[in-house]
């Protein structure tokens, strides 16, 4: 079955400070992985978009990794600031031939920062 | 750009009346989709469409929901009769093409069947 896990459910941190945000998925085969910020009461904005051959990409302090043979990305955020407080989703795309737009969802890391 | 525009922002109906969600996509973007968000499931794909053709409606929960494209601008979904459990965020999302970058969603709506 493709699914898509995402750890911790919950993160609290204090502003200034860096975190990590995993995700693990089994969709298979694989075509993309994105990362989309949902802050409350918006829809998920789009933060990075990773191939099977990129291993990492930035967004200003957004860093995603990607690592195809083990399934498993992360987020990670530098020097977090009181805006990065949002939901994080991580959203893998299956490559279903002719077109790629089965996406599966993680359920979200909800990132808390506190002052 | 004024990126996917959805509309209402917030409904509140009650049972059994019917809810119509509306959607306009970005323009040029060929694909459109209706998401649902709850708690407990996250976000759930519920119809897409390619070029105002339905092509996949798996995620569409019971016959009580319906979505048409009758242009390339403007879409709905439509719940009736609606229930409480009907309760959720909807999104709506447009792509310009295969590759899937562009991928936007709208803000939501928010429905509530009381």
């Known amino acids: 079955k493709n699914q898509v896990e995402q750890s911790p459910q919950s993160l609290i941190i204090l502003e200034g400070k860096n975190c990590t945000l995993q995700?693990?998925?089994?969709?298979?085969?694989?075509?993309?992985l994105r990362w989309y910020k949902q802050d409350t009461g918006r829809g998920p904005v789009s933060l990075t978009i990773?191939?099977?051959?990129?291993n990492t990409k930035s967004n200003g302090r957004y860093t995603a990794t990607l690592d195809a043979d083990t399934k498993q990305s992360s987020l990670h955020i530098t020097a977090s600031q009181l805006s990065d407080s949002a939901s994080y989703i991580c959203?893998?795309?299956?490559?279903?031939?002719?077109?790629?737009?089965?996406?599966?969802f993680g359920k979200g890391t909800l990132l808390t920062v506190n002052p | 750009d004024a990126g996917v525009i959805q509309s209402p922002r917030h409904e509140v109906t009650e049972m059994g009346q019917e809810v119509t969600l509306r959607c306009k996509p970005i323009?040029?973007?060929?694909?459109l989709f209706w998401y649902r968000q709850t708690m407990m499931r996250g976000l759930e794909l519920l119809i897409y469409?390619?070029?105002?053709?339905?092509?996949?409606d798996s995620g569409m929960p019971e016959d009580r929901f319906s979505a048409k494209m009758p242009n390339a601008s403007f879409s709905t979904l439509k719940i009736q009769p609606s229930e409480p459990r009907d309760s959720a965020v909807y999104f709506c999302?447009?792509?310009?093409?295969?590759?899937?970058?562009?991928?936007?969603f709208g803000s939501g709506t928010r429905l509530t069947v009381v």
């Open positions: 999302a447009s792509s310009p093409g295969q590759a899937g970058y562009g991928y936007t």
């Open positions: 995700c693990n998925y089994t969709v298979s085969p694989f075509s993309n």
């Open positions: 990773m191939t099977f051959s990129e």
């Open positions: 959203v893998v795309s299956k490559n279903s031939g002719g077109s790629n737009y089965k996406l599966t």
């Open positions: 323009s040029g973007h060929d694909y």
């Open positions: 469409f390619n070029n105002n053709v339905p092509i996949d």
